[in-house]
């Protein structure tokens, strides 16, 4: 367990980085929490801590999107070539929004609620940066 570094956006990418999907979890009723939270929002307790996540679970919704934000019509998607996004229940319980992977964008009536997935944390480049992002794919 992670106990000193603080519950953070910034400290989750830095965990992604390193290839770790990482959740917070309540001290005091257990609770997870992904993406991280601070404080829980039940009991009010402040004093969470870092658990490592499996990378395992389902896909729970999806899109496809065609129409793209710059940064990713710069990475090469748009109407000839869509990405899917999606929310992934974690076996743990928490769920996430994040890009999927491993699916055929362009055929989405192929991609199937409830398919297997695992962690697949990818990076970026933005700049002369490269920049962790998580997505999940078909296990
Ligand atoms: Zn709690």
Redesign the pocket.
């Known amino acids: 367990m992670e106990q000193k570094t603080l519950i953070t956006s910034t400290n989750f990418n830095v965990f992604l980085a390193q290839k770790r999907l990482m959740a917070s979890k ?1 001290r ?2 257990g ?1 997870l929490f992904l993406p991280p939270r601070a404080i ?1 929002p ?2 009010w ?1 402040s004093e969470l801590e870092w658990v490592e996540l499996s990378g395992k679970g389902k896909l729970a919704a999806f899109t496809c999107i065609s129409i793209t934000p710059t940064w990713m019509a710069a990475a090469g998607y748009g109407r000839n070539n869509p990405y899917c996004s999606g929310i992934i229940q974690t076996t743990e319980g928490p769920k996430i929004a994040c890009r999927i992977e491993g699916v055929d964008a362009r055929d989405p009536e192929s991609i199937k609620i409830g398919t297997l997935v695992e962690v697949d944390i990818r990076e970026r480049t933005q700049g002369d940066k490269k920049i962790p992002y998580l997505a999940f794919k078909v296990a």
């Open positions: 309540c005091k009723c609770a829980c039940t009991c307790e």
